[in-house]
């Protein structure tokens, strides 16, 4: 994804589409959002403003890669 947006107060979600067996974590969510170990982004924004969202996706190896996107609550 390139970039995400929802209104404040309304569910979204988004399903990261990666590998099986990698657990995912992020940084910069949009307050009221957060992201499971299997890589769904879900929630309800709680305030207006754009954020930049860096995920990572992690395997057992320790291997990782990451992706960054913004996502837009208004």
């Known amino acids: ?3 995400m ?3 404040v107060g309304v569910s979204a979600s ?7 067996g990698l657990t995912y974590t992020a940084t910069g969510l949009p307050a009221g959002f957060s ?3 299997s890589g769904v982004i ?3 924004g709680t305030a207006h403003g754009t954020s930049t969202i860096t995920v990572t996706g992690q395997a057992a190896s320790g291997a990782s890669d990451t ?3 913004v996502w ?3």
């Not at 988004?14 to 099986?20: E, F, I, K, S």
């Open 67 to 69: 992706i960054t996107f």
């Open 1 to 3: 994804p390139y970039g």
């Open 14 to 20: 988004l399903a990261l589409d990666g590998t099986a």
């Open 5 to 7: 947006s929802s209104k």
């Open 72 to 74: 837009t609550v208004s």
């Open 35 to 37: 992201i499971s170990p």
């Open 42 to 44: 879900s929630g309800a």
